[in-house]
């Protein structure tokens, strides 16, 4: 559990460490961390190699990652779930595609907060729909969502769909039980489809929050689809393996038959991997999450000391939606990169004047962060 330990990455070619390829500049922005994997991990992804044969795996035979999942959802949620309910995907992002095509018609509208990652604003235009925006406004001193706005959108007949992020990403918010019913009862009472991904939901560093899956609520159960994975918790997202659960039969059928002959099976490594996190790894997750509050709370007092730039502290992820707004500069993101620093640009997330930060780092790093904004 060495999260200070810096891991030289440019050999491996990780996308991160490549944006910035020969320039001085900390690469801080896409949403892996720089902590080595958890020891079971790496020891489970050596033994499944050292077999010699990486043919063909169906995901629904692995059944040790099926039950992991169930236990992990039990364990972690109180979430009881049943094995049929597990689809496997070779990421979230191709999970919330697959929705937009599996429960929307042509002309159909797509409901997705602002700001919000990429890929996400990006899926309604992908599958031939409209998007209608939801803003992220602030609430009682954290990110929430504008649920009038929300409700406005789900009264459109043309609304067939509403993909959430929750805990949401950049802006690190969680929604409680009661904001998460309110959503769950818009949609079902509009008949809207719920498309939840909740990939970052097991990175809570509130320690008075607790994360409530989608399809865990009654108004949800019947009207929704849960995305959730280990890749963003255990940093194992190069492996390409996430996972659905759809309680209901048909909505699940919907799903599986628009991913058929487009979206490949989950990789037999991340299933791999995926049961080894979920079943060996609590001790290093623990020691993880005490490390990244370290960093958020450094992160946080640090940013609001510098003039000009302001961060509401996340509730989850590892990631801070920083407001550069009081810079007064056109290109945030271009006065980072001249001090040294390479965020996401918040302009990609939907607000030019914002950055976003990842602190999933050595605290080292962080600390080069903060030297160089404060040069």
């Given amino acids: 559990m060495q999260f200070d330990k810096i891991i030289d990455r440019t050999p491996s070619h990780a996308y991160k460490w490549e944006r910035y390829k020969g320039r001085d500049i900390l690469p801080m922005w896409i949403a892996d961390t720089e902590f080595r994997c958890a020891e079971p991990i790496i020891d489970a992804l050596k033994s499944r190699a050292e077999h010699g044969l990486l043919g063909y795996t169906l995901p629904t ?11 992990w959802l039990d364990k972690q949620y109180g979430w009881k779930i049943e094995p049929q309910w597990i689809v496997w995907t070779p990421g979230v992002v191709p999970a919330f595609n697959v929705a937009c095509k599996a429960y929307c018609q042509p002309g159909d509208k797509v409901i997705v907060q602002t700001p919000n990652y990429p890929p996400m604003l990006a899926a309604p235009k992908l599958n031939g729909l409209q998007r209608a925006d939801v803003p992220t406004v602030e609430v009682d001193g954290r990110w929430m969502l504008d649920f009038d706005v929300l409700e406005g959108h789900a009264k459109d007949p043309k609304c067939s769909l509403f993909i959430l992020c929750n805990p949401m990403n950049p802006v690190g918010s969680m929604l409680d039980e ?49 995305l959730m994975a280990a890749s963003k918790t255990f940093n194992v997202a190069g492996l ?84 550069a707004s009081g810079l007064g500069v056109d290109n945030p993101q271009a006065y980072f990169e001249e001090k040294g620093i390479g965020p996401s640009p918040g302009i990609d997330f939907g607000d030019k004047q914002f950055v976003r930060i990842n602190f999933g780092c050595p605290r080292a790093q962080l600390e080069q962060a903060i030297a160089c904004l404060k040069s």
């Fill in 61 to 71: 035979h692995a059944e040790g990652a099926n039950q992991a999942v169930i236990q």
């Fill in 178 to 226: 009661a904001q998460l019913t309110r959503v769950a009862e818009i949609c079902a009472n509009n008949n809207v489809m719920l498309c939840s991904d909740e990939i970052h939901c097991d990175l809570i560093l509130d320690t008075q929050a607790k994360h409530i899956p989608a399809g865990k609520l009654a108004a949800g159960k019947d009207n929704s689809v849960t």
């Fill in 240 to 323: 390409g393996t996430s996972f659905a659960i759809i309680p209901d039969a048909k909505v699940r059928q919907r799903f599986n038959q628009a991913a058929q002959g487009l979206v490949p099976w989950a990789n037999v490594m991340g299933l791999v991997a995926t049961q080894a996190a979920f079943t060996q790894c609590d001790d290093w997750l623990t020691a993880q999450l005490d490390y990244l509050r370290g960093n958020r709370d450094y992160l946080v007092e640090q940013i609001n000391q510098i003039e000009g730039l302001r961060v509401i502290a996340p509730q989850a992820t590892f990631l801070a939606w920083i407001d």
